[in-house]
């Protein structure tokens, strides 16, 4: 194919020749489909044999390996968001895209309705149902000549010239290899959220399967599903079938205790009818170093542990030392065989996040004031779980939730919007601007599902304040109410109530794809 590369390349480079001798700043964002062709053009070159591609060639694969800065009369200024979680989506659902020009980058092209992963790992809902696609949430993404999603990742943030570095995402071998390139921004939004915490213990990346993605729930559903099949197999011990359908979940925060119920409601109602051979080995264990639910009211905790005890999850207190392929060793030398392994212990700030020279917050996230801008640099902003308030503002950093998440990038949406209008959206241009309130968080409370009909509401702001807290049919009835009105888009809400009203007459989908 390479006669058709120099046949669309030829005359670009043609015209191309007379312009390149001129000193002209970068392109703007209309000519990204040159940008796209110097991509493929400078992968299929890179060989020795192509070494004698001509001068004029190499200026114009340089010249447009990105997106260069905006012009300041006839452009609109360009905001780079940086993440497609709850704080970015949300930013992106609330900009005017009439003032900015929006560009997305995130190794994902979906937001995740984090609240109802669970359900997707035993098939109460399709994986699809709580994706939703980012040109949904700004549609201007797709429609804009100078709006952009790209799926890459960002290998570093330089200040001072308001350039980020990107490379973009590959998915195994037989792909492209992995494209560098940069965007320059007016603004830049760094949402990136956290990972996962593995306290250095090892063999937990190795051995452990996170429930923080889509791509998580389909790995434990497909390994859930194989380990009952080959149980049922003729010549398995006894004892390989109880490690292989013994189902251990680390970590009893909401995540952890709603995937318990999940699982535990699927053995009752599904495995026991359609894998009755060795619905007698499938169990489930909860390990917890201390309570469950800590954040939850006590007499809320209390009943978590009942009706879990009460489904047949084994509620285990210990610190988990070690992991090995099929068991885990606690701290007092138990070992704990297993099958699946469901690590759900927190979030901390990713790798990336700490490696930027930008300033940080107690705990290692993004130092951010209260306006949510990071401190002693121009026109960046933090959002969401990989942000937090710096030690001078005196306030404490803000949990890890999607309630968070979602209300700073709505906050920060409302700001970056009012400095638009006052002619501040260009790059060093808002330093005198008045940026309003500060940001506030208020907590709206909590809620977790226990399976079978049973969840836990509390309404109270803190630990220790008072409030409404409820459990109960109640609860999981205002529980699938609340979440089934804060589904992003009518099609998705769609999908989450027929696959609910599917899965309560015909049960669930136990096909392994």
């Known amino acids: 194919m390479v006669w058709f590369k120099y046949l669309i390349l030829n005359p670009l480079i043609k015209s191309s020749s007379k312009s390149l001798l001129k000193t002209t700043p970068r392109p703007p964002t209309k000519n990204f489909a040159l940008f796209s062709l110097s991509h493929y053009y400078n992968f299929y070159t890179t060989d020795a044999s192509s070494s004698s591609s001509s001068a004029a060639t190499a200026a114009v694969v340089n010249r447009f390996s990105g997106l260069g800065p905006t012009a300041a009369a006839g452009e609109k200024p360009r905001v780079v968001v940086l993440g497609s ?22 190794p994902r092209n979906h937001m995740v309705f984090t609240p109802l992963l669970a359900s997707t790992c035993v098939g109460t809902l399709e994986f699809r149902s709580v994706a939703e696609p980012i040109g949904r949430i700004q549609p201007a993404i797709s429609k804009e000549p100078g709006s952009y999603f790209f799926l890459a990742n960002c ?42 915490l593995t ?65 535990s409601d699927f053995i009752k109602r599904d495995v026991h009818q359609r894998y009755a051979h060795v619905k007698d080995y499938i169990h489930v264990t909860l390990i917890e170093a201390n309570e469950i639910l800590s954040s939850f009211d006590d007499r809320l905790r209390r009943y978590a ?58 705990g290692g996230r993004i ?9 002693s640099v121009q026109d ?49 241009s808002a330093r005198d601007i008045e940026l309003g309130d500060q940001f506030v968080y208020k ?47 009518w099609r998705n809400r769609f999908y989450v109530a027929v696959n609910w009203a599917t899965t309560f007459v015909f049960g669930r989908d136990i096909s392994r794809i």
Request: charged residues 20%.
């Open 305 to 362: 542990t009942k009706q879990l005890s009460k489904s047949g999850v084994r509620l285990v207190r210990g610190i988990v030392k070690d992991v090995k392929p099929q068991k885990l060793i606690l701290s007092d030398g138990t070992e704990v065989p297993y099958g699946l392994l469901v690590w759900s212990t927190g979030v901390g700030p990713s790798s990336f996040v700490k490696s930027l020279e930008l300033p940080k917050s107690p």
């Open 367 to 375: 130092g951010v004031d209260e306006w949510l801008r990071v401190p």
């Open 380 to 428: 960046i902003f933090a959002i969401g779980d990989c942000s937090g308030y710096v030690e001078s503002t005196g306030k404490p950093v803000l949990p890890a939730l999607a309630q968070v998440a979602e209300r700073q990038g709505k906050y920060l949406a409302a700001l970056l919007n009012r400095v638009g209008k006052t002619g501040g959206g260009q790059a060093n």
């Open 199 to 263: 306290f250095g213990i090892q063999g937990v990346a190795e051995n452990a399967i996170f429930l923080r993605e889509v791509y998580h729930a389909q790995e434990i559903r497909r390994k859930l599903l194989l380990n009952l099949m080959l149980s049922d197999v003729p010549g398995i011990s006894d004892e390989e079938k109880c490690r292989l359908l013994h189902c251990v979940v680390v970590g009893g925060g909401p995540t952890g205790v709603e995937f318990s119920g999940e699982l």
């Open 85 to 106: 979680g709850w704080a970015g989506c949300r930013l992106l659902k609330d900009v005017d895209t009439s003032l900015y020009d929006v560009v997305c980058v995130s």
């Open 155 to 196: 290998t570093g943030v330089d200040a001072d010239n308001h350039v980020v570095q990107c490379e973009t995402v590959t998915d195994g071998l037989n792909t492209l290899n992995p494209w560098k390139f940069k965007i320059s921004y007016d603004k830049l939004v760094i949402a990136l959220g956290a990972e996962a």
């Open 443 to 489: 907590h709206l409370g909590s809620m977790a599902t226990l399976g079978r009909f049973k969840a836990l509401v509390d309404l109270r702001q803190s630990k220790d304040a008072k409030g409404v807290s409820m459990a109960g049919f109640v609860s999981w009835f205002i529980w699938r109410s609340a979440y089934l009105t804060r589904v992003i888009s």
